[in-house]
């Protein structure tokens, strides 16, 4: 608490392979720091995108399985992200609806090149519906290469059951667009299980693919729970869902 309603926070999160082998780095996950004030906050760090924040919040998988949305859809993760150097506005609650942007600093501008990345959000969150729209760009993320995505998500729970939803279109240039969809569901009972199901497809031209997750999960608190899950994806030839 800084005083006259200013409030300063900070997260470090930080990823580690019991195995050793896979490279990790310290800080790696969403890590930051920022000010909130009634106005909203503003943060600066490595921080989850309005896209993925907003697109994940569907996904029955929690974006932790072989079977979560970046399998297929999202143009296969790479519209999932969590990008570094970068600052971000979030805004408070209006009657149900919040508002995030983003924008990276560009530390790689060349002769030919400026890169970056831009992106916002806006969702509806009240009772049992959730609904959001996002859009992101990254320009010239190689070779001169820019990238764009529009993505819609809901959800609807009714009882023990949630109902959910995810599309998106994703441009690059000199490339055949690519549009995917998530359909998913999860039903709980007896308190602490859970069966969760999701289908994901996506299309790239005239390549494309499927995903069917099916799963369950038991919940030993808020913050700890188990997951087991099936997997199976079918790609045509020249797709990359996985």
């Known amino acids: 608490d800084l005083g006259g309603g200013l409030k300063a926070f900070f997260q470090l999160e930080t990823a580690w392979s019991p195995e050793g082998s896979a490279a990790t780095g310290f800080a790696t996950r969403n890590s930051g720091v920022g000010l909130q004030g009634g106005w909203g ?9 309005p896209m993925k924040t907003s697109q994940t919040a569907v996904d029955p998988w929690g974006d932790l399985t ?8 999202l143009d ?13 506005y979030w805004s408070p609650n209006w009657a149900g ?3 995030r942007a983003l924008y990276t600093a ?7 090149t400026n890169p970056n990345t831009v992106g916002a959000s ?33 959800s609807f729970t009714m009882g023990n059951l949630k109902l959910a939803g995810q599309y998106g279109k994703y441009e690059r240039d000199n490339a055949p667009e690519d549009e995917s969809y998530m359909l998913g569901l999860t039903w709980t009972f007896s308190g602490k299980h859970g069966i969760l199901a ?3 497809n ?33 790609n045509s030839e020249g797709m990359n869902c996985n």
């Open 76 to 88: 296969q993760g790479n519209f999932s992200r969590r990008e570094g150097n970068s600052v971000q």
């Open 122 to 154: 806006v969702a509806y969150s009240k009772g049992a519906i959730y609904v959001a729209y996002a859009y992101e760009k990254h320009k010239d993320v190689a070779a001169n290469t820019s990238e764009e995505g529009n993505a819609i998500a809901a």
């Open 198 to 200: 999701s289908y994901q």
């Open 106 to 112: 560009n530390e790689g501008k060349t002769a030919t």
């Open 41 to 49: 906050s503003v943060l600066l760090g490595r921080w989850d995108t």
């Open 97 to 99: 609806f919040t508002v």
């Open 202 to 234: 996506a299309e790239a031209g005239s390549n494309d693919c499927d995903m069917y997750s099916v799963g369950y999960k038991y919940d030993w608190s808020k913050r700890t729970f188990f997951i087991a899950s099936y997997t199976e994806v079918d």
């Open 66 to 73: 072989l079977g979560d949305i970046t399998g297929a859809g």
